[in-house]
């Protein structure tokens, strides 16, 4: 086994009385490698190749008074299975420019513009079109990752990608295509929907204007459309400009809306952006969502997601607003009326389903279950 820890020699673990730099959300300082992983019980031979995480872990000591829990370095962790056996586990920062310059090596290619926003990428990781690429949002780009999980470049898609990606593209198994709900706050108060080809490239672009400048943390599709998630939580000029915190906050003003985008390949292709109007709140991570019919026989759309009451409004260092539920929206497409119902009020995040179904219909979901506040949290 062996281990790097940061240039300076430094714990970057210094939690003061941030709930996000202690217990479970204690940062990890070090860089590890271990081979021929010791098995308690057997590893069934079928599960072969890499199970990869990816999460902020700031590089250097962060501020407790002002760190935000989305803000840390991104850290890809990793094992390898293979006929039974735990090959490796291994864990490495992302490398952006400034984290290889605290590590002391040299950057990594970068073929964007000198101001164009990087940063490490810390927020999901994904196997696509033959690359490992670690993700994040907010208008950086992705990192493209070895099969060891060292930093290869930061990517542009091979010059596809016209600007910002996403934390949360969908993968449409049909289809074998990405669909991606991008922002970034220096383009003022849109988003913008790509379709990623099959050979790793973006082939659609579509700007959608909006009436503020929303934090989009992820997107839902169907067979017909993609979802936007125009919610309260905007971009905040004055904490950006201050340079001491997270730049996205709770507006009680914002009128919280879904949007139904039509797909390019779907067979309402051209059709206009349908809006509905919901209930405040939040949704960091739908659990699906399906096209359907009602009882007369009209288009209805079913999203399944978590819903968090409020966000970054009282607690500006991470999501730690009130109790998130699973709830379901069903949008009906001929009255644009919305019907909301809870289908499970304990505390819970992180959904999914299986992954041939995402955008179809699906019996069952899955969850974390939170014993209470996501910065408490005992995953049950």
């Known amino acids: 086994m062996a281990s790097v820890g940061n240039a300076a020699g430094m714990s970057t673990t210094s939690a003061g009385t941030n709930p996000f730099l202690e217990g479970n959300m204690a940062p990890v300082d070090?860089?590890?490698?271990?081979?021929d992983l010791q098995i308690t019980g057997t590893l069934p031979a079928e599960l072969c190749g890499r199970y990869l995480r990816n999460g902020p872990n700031p590089v250097t000591p962060p501020d407790p008074a002002t760190y935000h829990w989305f803000m840390g370095t991104g850290m890809v962790h990793g094992i390898a299975l293979r006929d039974g056996r735990a090959e490796w586990y291994r864990n490495r920062w992302v490398r952006s420019t400034e984290v290889a310059e605290v590590l002391g090596e040299t950057p990594p290619p970068n073929p964007w513009p000198a101001d164009h926003m990087s940063f490490s990428a810390n927020t999901n990781?994904?196997?696509?079109a033959g690359r490992t690429l670690a993700l994040v949002e907010g208008g950086a780009p992705p990192i493209e990752l070895d099969d060891e999980l060292s930093t290869v470049t930061v990517s542009n898609l091979d010059g596809s990608l016209p600007y910002s990606f996403s934390a949360h593209p969908k993968l449409d198994a049909a289809t074998g295509e990405l669909h991606v709900m991008a922002y970034y706050w220096g383009w003022g108060n849109r988003v913008q929907y790509l379709v990623v080809g099959t050979d790793g490239r973006v082939r659609t672009t579509r700007d959608i204007d909006l009436p503020g400048s929303p934090m989009i943390h992820d997107t839902a599709i169907t067979e017909r459309y993609a979802v936007v998630f125009d919610l309260p939580v905007l971009f905040d000029m004055e904490a950006a400009m201050s340079g001491t915190g997270f730049p996205y906050r709770w507006f009680n003003e914002h009128e919280p809306r879904i949007g139904l985008v039509p797909r390019d390949d779907g067979p309402c292709a051209g059709d206009d952006i349908a809006w509905f109007t919901i209930d405040p709140c939040y949704i960091f991570h739908p659990l699906n969502a399906y096209d359907d019919v009602d009882a007369n026989g009209a288009p209805i759309v079913v999203l399944d997601?978590?819903?968090?009451?409020?966000?970054?409004?009282?607690?500006r260092r991470g999501p730690n607003e009130g109790r998130p539920r699973l709830d379901r929206w069903t949008l009906n497409l001929a009255t644009g009326h919305v019907d909301n119902t809870t289908l499970d009020d304990h505390p819970q995040e992180f959904p999914r389903i299986r992954e041939d179904l995402v955008g179809r219909r699906h019996r069952y979901g899955y969850t974390a279950g939170l014993a209470s506040g996501v910065s408490q949290d005992t995953l049950c």
């Open 30 to 35: 070090v860089e590890t490698t271990a081979v």
């Open 125 to 128: 990781v994904i196997g696509f």
């Open 305 to 315: 997601a978590v819903r968090h009451p409020k966000m970054f409004s009282s607690e």
